[in-house]
């Protein structure tokens, strides 16, 4: 069976989730051109959920995918967060914020029974998952819905992993992917290994239908990644200039910038380690921060510093989400850039 | 005018040159199959280059590549050896190894007047580099030889400065790739990109034929190479367990070992990053640390250590380059081995 039949599409192209930067106008766009499109549920409250899936559901009957985060929630460590704070302090007085005015709490909730609920009122054609899979139980849930699970693999041993839990396709993320890694048996960032590297490997080891992403940005790119045995890829970065996308000002002019060619996996913006253009964050306090408190509690400190600066147009404190090769990104409907990955299939 | 005619070589495969693994029988096996054999001669003596030359220049007459580091020497630096020496002191006592009586002295030389002359005695038809060009002058001398000239480039901005000094064509080398980094723009190893993210983007800014390297492991992956533009690749890893390999027993062994799928960039052995698989030095000391002296002054201190342990069969302080890629290496002949990377051109 064919990725295209698993998941009832025409082409094997799936639009990465995109938490933060997108929402459902970039999945009708992308399912009615004939791809996948995805909602990123992991930063969205269960009423936004509901609402862009009423959305999507009523201008396209076409399959598209919905994703989640499933971590384990930390438990707060006030010690660690005070020490993020102080970390951060220079910057708070820069931009004259009061560290004690920050509201705090996971702005990322893992998915759960009470999003399995919504997800059975919309019965989704693909739900994807990222940092592994939810308890068997809500696994079983999803799966009596009809649904079509994914998750990422950014090793064999996570590969083999996912298919021994019942993934019905696995993404292999080689570390060219922007945005968090999908890691989740290790957190050792030096076993991440690049899409030319994994896919194959992957290919070999697993029986279910293959996925690559990262680092794909133009048909070329697609042709390579079915040529290493994928069935199908995932494409997030190429996206991001789209109209349909959210993508803040600055991100869209650090995406066309030079800077765009020098990214890095960072943890100082959630937590856990995740590929962006390097800014001024980044270069400070990073790439990686032992400072850095749990995934997602990272983040809520970060962003009032995030909005200060984005409103004098400058991305110093934006998490700039972009995978290795930038070189995809135009300015072009969602629509057209889908039918342009599928010109060498 | 495509590698091949550039090069003059049947097929578009040059065999990676691997210091310290190979000699002249691999050279000579893959250019009778049709591929571009390497003679890597940063750690051979001129009178050991002679030879191996002469010894290539008696059984065949395809075309072959000869292959040299450029970097600058480092000035020594006896505080930072000293540091250097402290830090692996402990594995010195447990080897029994007397610091004060390691011979020491750069290993490997780069590209000189010496070197030179050797070459136009054997005119071979293609000379690579690693870590940018001899001077301008050394350029000239080779280029009147009639080689064709190629060196590695790791970032877009490495490729254009290759092209702008006259290299006939630039190996877009990604961080897949096994051993030695071929920086020489910046030492940020976050600069890196994989092959997959690097190809396209070099390929876009150049005119010259570009040559991918770094992931590639079988016919599959120069299949992928090709879609992404490259005019041909570079394959290293793949050949290290074929028996014209000199590959010591402890690192076919880490090859063939499930260890393989973990490496790393690590400074650790030469002072230079270099990709291999994660060992006993490289998890207490690496993978980057910021105690090893300058390329290639980390080197001296360390081999007495590879040498006591790999008398007891272990790799614990041994070079165990590969990249990123594993999959390829099988106990095949070389020849055998670069007709099945051919199988998809």
Redesign the interface.
Known sequence: MTLQQLLGTEFPIIQAPMAGVQGSALVVAVSDAGGVGSLPCAMLSPDAIRSELTTIKSVTDRPFNVNFFCHVPPSRDAEREAAWHAVLAPYFEEYGIDPGAIPTGPARAPFNSELAEILEEFRPAVVSFHFGLPSAELLARVKRMGAKVLSSAT??EEALWLEAQGADAVIAQ???AGGHRGMFLSDDI??Q?????LV??VV?AVNVPVIAA?????A??V???M???ASGVQVGTAYLLCPEATTSAVHRAALQSPSA????LTNVFTGRPARGI?NRIIRELG?ISAAAPEFPLAASAVAPLRAKAECRDNGDFTSLWS???P?GCREIPAAQLTQELTA?L
Chains 1, 2 share one sequence.
């Open positions: 090793t064999v080689g570390l060219e030096s076993t290994v690049s899409t030319l590297a194959p490997q070999r990262g680092g794909i940005a133009d070329k790119g042709a390579a990644a040529d290493l045995g060619r020098h990214t890095a390097v790439p995978g290795q090769n070189s060498g």
